[in-house]
Each structure stands twice: as C-alpha cells, then as structure tokens.
Nanobody, 113 residues
Framework: QVRLVESGGGLVQPGGSLRLSCVVS????????MGWYRQAPGKQRELVAG???????RYLDSVKGRFTISRDNAKKTVYLQMNSLKPEDTAVYYC???????WGQGTQVTVSS
C-alpha cells in the first residue's frame, strides 16, 4: 500500500514561484515513474510533468521552460519547481505513481493578484 502526500501549494502573484513536494510512504524500495498532475475547476485532470526511474522528464507544453520536476530517492520525495506562474496555472496539484488508480487530496495552487 502506497500513500502520497502533497504540500507546498499556496497563493502567489503572477510571475511568482512555488515548489511543491510529494512524500511517498509505504512499501517502496525502488524508484518508480512519477508524475505531477493538476485539475482546475470544470476541467479534466492533466499530466503536468513526469519523471521516470532513470530521470527522464516530460512536460505539458504550456509549462515547458517554467516548471521542473525532480526527485530525491533517499527522501522518497518528488518535487515540482514552478516559476513564472500564470493565473491559468491555478489548480489542485496531485502527484502519483505510474499506473496508480487512487488519488490523494492534492495541494491547491492559486495564482492571482
């Protein structure tokens, strides 16, 4: 059984930055492919950034050059550094393992002046 807890969200002004963290607990002994997802009101959940066990990354086109996903396997933590935030980035952000079918509470990111 795996549990993931997201943190680091908050209210920021356009152009600001946030770093989200996702701590993984449970019977995890090896790195897994991970992803950060987001869901805005009235919209479907979308993959924002993904990272494989080998460190390969991919990003949603709209966040390329602004967001960076990384992982610290010793801390069992995945990060999402978000820079140059825009109002359209406002959403609940979730992390998850590849193929996992359940979701946690996520962390709210609100970009507004």
């Amino acid at each position: 059984q795996v549990r993931l807890v997201e943190s680091g969200g908050g209210l920021v002004q356009p152009g600001g930055s946030l770093r989200l963290s996702c701590v993984v607990s449970g019977s995890i002994f090896n790195p897994y492919a991970m992803g950060w997802y987001r869901q805005a009101p009235g919209k479907q959940r979308e993959l924002v950034a993904g990272i494989t066990s080998g460190g390969s990354t991919r990003y949603l086109d709209s966040v390329k050059g602004r967001f960076t996903i990384s992982r610290d396997n010793a801390k069992k933590t995945v990060y999402l550094q978000m820079n140059s935030l825009k109002p359209e980035d406002t959403a609940v952000y979730y992390c998850n393992l590849e193929g996992r079918t359940t979701w946690g509470q996520g962390t709210q990111v609100t970009v507004s002046s």
